[in-house]
């Protein structure tokens, strides 16, 4: 098998991602066949020993990964190993699959619908990160039925251990032959987020608890034929529909919630353009040898400005002299000799008080 990268053989042998990986790599816990490894050495699965942390890690030496869709039902825990003893939902696979599959994200005990297990670490990191925006589809079925300003609250976000919740879409489920909406309804939501009982944390701050909770799709992917307890491979053509839906932003993560709000407020204001400047004479100035818009416009109000000042010129100058009231000047002596003094003998043209300018 060809050399490939090694913190893309660690991320497909765990549930590391490539970065966290390279971390690994960095701190020097990663070695290949007995030696420290580096960033960008490459490796050959089957052939060289790559262990993290004195572990060896079992890489598959194929690209094609395995990839299980388990319908997991009530009283199960989605880990590989539960510390109290109680059941887990590698239990429910055949022993050739509970050393290989890890479960991505974790539905709680009383819990039931969709599960994904694989052994494609990359694929598990951006399935579960919100980043990805793997948008999780659940049935819930509440007590009583929330009013319009608690749909809403869902909707835009309930503050949860000091964080607020991202954007949900809350829709109802007709469910035959329920028609008693006081005791209990069902509801779908889809978020992207993965907290520890999100959904029953976020039903019960609007006074409706959850009485029962379902996941019934994984992005793109779903089995509503699927039975309980039951699992199958997910297909290729179903991997590759499912991978082509995780992108960074995209619109699990947030994206579609800030496009739309966006749209609501309009579209983004034109760029203000600024006047050209203006040279001596009032001539206009261009940095481009193209004459922007409205530069005409702005050239004839120049030239309307000037024919306004020439017009009140005009205007003063048809005007009768009037007698002023100001104070004739006194003719200077000698015709402007030498300049008058004040009475400390001081020169009012700046000179200094008590003396006189010598000629």
């Given amino acids: 098998m060809a050399h490939e990268r090694l913190q893309k053989l660690m991320a497909r042998a765990s549930t590391w991602s490539r970065r966290q990986a390279e971390e690994l790599i960095r701190d020097g816990r990663v070695t290949v066949n007995g030696l420290v490894a580096s960033i960008g050495q490459q490796a050959d699965p089957a052939v060289d020993a790559v262990k993290v942390n004195g572990q060896r890690l079992h890489i598959p030496t194929s690209v094609v990964g395995i990839y299980v869709l388990l319908n997991k039902p009530p009283g199960y825990v989605s880990t590989r190993r539960d510390p109290e003893g109680r059941p887990t939902v590698l239990d429910l696979l055949p022993s050739r699959l509970r050393e290989t599959v890890r479960p991505v994200g974790r539905l709680d005990f009383n819990t039931e619908g969709l599960l994904l297990l694989t052994d494609d670490g990359e694929l598990a990191n951006q399935v579960a990160h919100p980043r990805f925006g793997c948008v999780k589809s659940y049935e819930v079925k509440v007590k009583g039925s929330p009013d319009r300003a608690a749909l809403e609250r869902l909707r835009t976000g309930i503050k949860l251990e000091g964080k607020v919740t991202a954007p949900a879409r809350v829709e109802t489920r007709r469910v035959r032959g329920s028609r008693d909406l006081s005791t ?86 034109a760029p203000v353009t600024r006047a050209p400047r203006t040279g001596r004479g009032g001539t206009l100035k261009f940095n481009t040898g193209e004459r922007p818009e409205g530069a005409s416009t702005r050239s004839s109000g120049a030239r309307s400005a000037s024919t306004r000042a020439d017009g009140a010129k005009s205007t003063n100058a048809g005007k009768t002299n009037r007698p002023s009231n100001k104070r004739p000047r006194r003719p200077k002596a000698d015709g402007g000799g030498a300049p008058r003094t004040n009475q400390r003998g001081g020169n009012k043209r700046g000179g200094k008080p008590g003396k006189r300018s010598r000629d």
């Avoid at 959904?199 to 019960?204: A, D, K, T, Y």
């Avoid at 997910?234 to 800030?258: H, K, Y």
């Fill in 184 to 269: 209990n309804t069902w509801w779908t939501i889809a978020i992207n987020e993965g907290r520890t009982r999100q959904i029953r944390e976020m039903f019960f701050r609007v006074g409706h608890p959850v009485q029962r909770l379902r996941r019934v799709a994984i992005g793109s992917l779903r089995d509503p034929a699927l039975k309980l307890g039951s699992w199958r491979m997910v297909t290729e053509e179903e991997v590759e529909r499912l991978t082509a839906g995780l992108q960074p932003g995209g619109v699990g993560s947030g994206g579609a919630a800030r496009a739309k709000e966006r749209s609501d407020r309009g579209a983004k204001p």
